[in-house]
């Protein structure tokens, strides 16, 4: 009998990761991910842990892990990897090919992060006669995981460790993004089959596909991410940035974009560069500042064979090989003098820049610069996580502390939910329905309140009962 622990995600949105105990001592660890938003990022030896910062000792020993499979390259998801090879792991890691070449990108950059976040605390706690602090990890780590990755076609059945079988589907999320099945061959011949959605996508999404269909499973662990809502229509939504980026050029600001690296800014870049080629984009530049997100382009385009349908037609009619190709007024700039320069912009610019969530990044160096600024406009796309700058700002915040300074939120705020990459309650009830076994259902990867009513709309439409996992829990699979 297999046995799975809830060990991250659970009642939450970030930090997705869930222990797999075989029945012949053998363990799978689904999902690696970093916590993100509040004290996850907290390392130091002096705080009070509170068991769940990514700073916090593992809930199992890294050496006893003999594979990892994952379902996507974002950091929530795979960001703990480097700490886990760190500390012990030396087995595969199981991912789609696209996801494989994503995790170089993003885990290194990780670790550069660490490693200069490391050395300004540093920097200021020497000021101040504190202790120095360590990086999570280092790039070194980051590299550890890299050969050890094992890439797999969708649709490919492979096994993980003896007895357990591996196959990825598409999830329409990002690129190379999977819903998860895991088949476990049982001492008397049966087979077991857990199923984890993974992050699904949702149809606001232009280059994704619709996620794949699957009809059964034994137990089904499905996000929960938007579960209290749906998403507007795409065209609507549309609609509303074109206002948003009509009224920015009246005022005669710039218009920032918080986007994550890899999905929502190429989606973003997307939409602009549609805008552009039908003359209904008013900026004269739109700056891309996030050397991962360049490079993700770069990966999006070489798996251009995974996107939908009628967008990977479409580009192909107008023979477009790159984002620049598409959007001419696109402004590319990798390095930090050239991000530095765009603070001389003063009006009509559009800047897409990380992090996603304003808790590092490019994106809060603009701040500095824009945020105050009452002819200034922010627009969120994505999802802000409890305890991020981003989540402050949308809730009303009346400034925000950048840089140890404190800047006042004097920009409109604009928050666009008609962007998300991830399915919305309806999309959500409608994709789990396709099992035609009714699996023990299980929900993750959400904020409780937002669990709690998807846990409502099941029963409500399905007759199905939804159990909301606590942290630690261990099922029977």
Not at 160 to 181: L, R, S
Not at 197 to 204: Q, R, V
Not at 283 to 293: E, G
Not at 343 to 369: D, L, P, Q
Request: glycine share 8%.
């Amino acid at each position: 009998m297999a046995l799975l622990n809830f060990l991250g995600a659970i009642q939450q949105v970030t930090g997705s990761c869930y222990l797999i105990e075989t029945f012949d001592k053998k363990n799978i660890l689904l999902e690696c991910g970093m916590q993100q938003g509040g004290d996850s990022h907290e390392n130091d030896n002096d705080n009070n842990d509170n068991g769940k910062s990514n700073g916090s000792a593992f809930a199992f020993n890294p050496e006893h892990i003999d594979a990892v499979v994952i379902s996507h390259a974002h950091i929530d998801h795979s960001g703990m990897l480097p700490r886990l090879v760190s500390e012990g792991f030396r087995g595969p890691i199981f991912a789609t090919e696209a996801t494989c070449e994503l995790m170089e990108l993003m885990l290194l950059d990780s670790a550069h992060i660490q490693e200069k976040d490391a050395e300004w605390e540093n920097r200021w706690r020497a000021r101040r006669g504190k202790k120095a602090i360590k990086p999570l990890y280092v790039s070194q780590d980051a590299e550890r995981v890299l050969k050890q990755r094992k890439p797999v076609s969708y649709e490919k059945r492979v096994e993980v460790v003896p007895g357990v079988h591996v196959t990825f589907a598409d999830a329409g999320h990002i690129i190379g993004a999977a819903i998860v099945k895991l088949e476990f061959a049982e001492p008397n011949d049966s087979v077991r089959t857990l199923v984890f959605s993974g992050d699904l996508g949702s149809t606001c999404s232009p280059l994704m596909k619709t996620p794949a269909i699957l009809k059964h499973a034994d137990v089904l662990l499905l996000e929960s991410t938007y579960g209290d809502r749906d998403h507007r229509c795409n065209e609507e939504t549309l609609d509303e940035l074109v206002a948003i980026l009509e009224q920015a050029d009246k005022d005669g600001g710039n218009v920032m974009i918080p986007a994550f690296s890899v999905g929502r800014t190429q989606d973003i870049l997307f939409h602009l560069g549609r805008f552009y080629q039908e003359g209904r984009l008013p900026q004269h530049t739109v700056y891309l500042d996030s050397p991962m997100a360049i490079r993700a382009n770069d990966i999006y385009f070489r798996h251009r064979e995974d996107f939908d349908e009628e967008n990977r037609a479409m580009l192909k009619k107008h023979n477009i090989h790159n984002v620049s190709d598409w959007l001419p007024i696109l402004k590319l700039t990798p390095t930090p003098e050239e991000s530095m320069a765009i603070n001389n912009v003063k009006s009509g610019a559009i800047i897409v820049a990380g992090s996603g969530m304003c808790n590092g990044g490019r994106i809060v160096h603009h701040f500095k610069h824009n945020l105050w600024r009452e002819d200034c406009h922010l627009i969120f796309t994505g999802f802000q996580a409890r305890g991020t700058t981003g989540r402050a700002i949308v809730d009303g915040v009346k400034s925000v502390r950048v840089f140890r300074e404190d800047i006042m939120v004097g920009a409109q705020v604009h928050t666009l939910g008609g962007f998300s990459a991830h399915a919305g309650q309806s999309q959500l009830i409608e994709w789990a329905s396709h099992f035609e076994n009714r699996p023990e259902l299980h929900l993750i990867h959400g904020e409780l309140d937002k669990m709690l009513i998807l846990q409502s709309e099941f029963k409500k439409r399905l007759n199905w009962d939804a159990n909301i996992p606590e942290l630690g829990d261990r099922i029977a699979l």
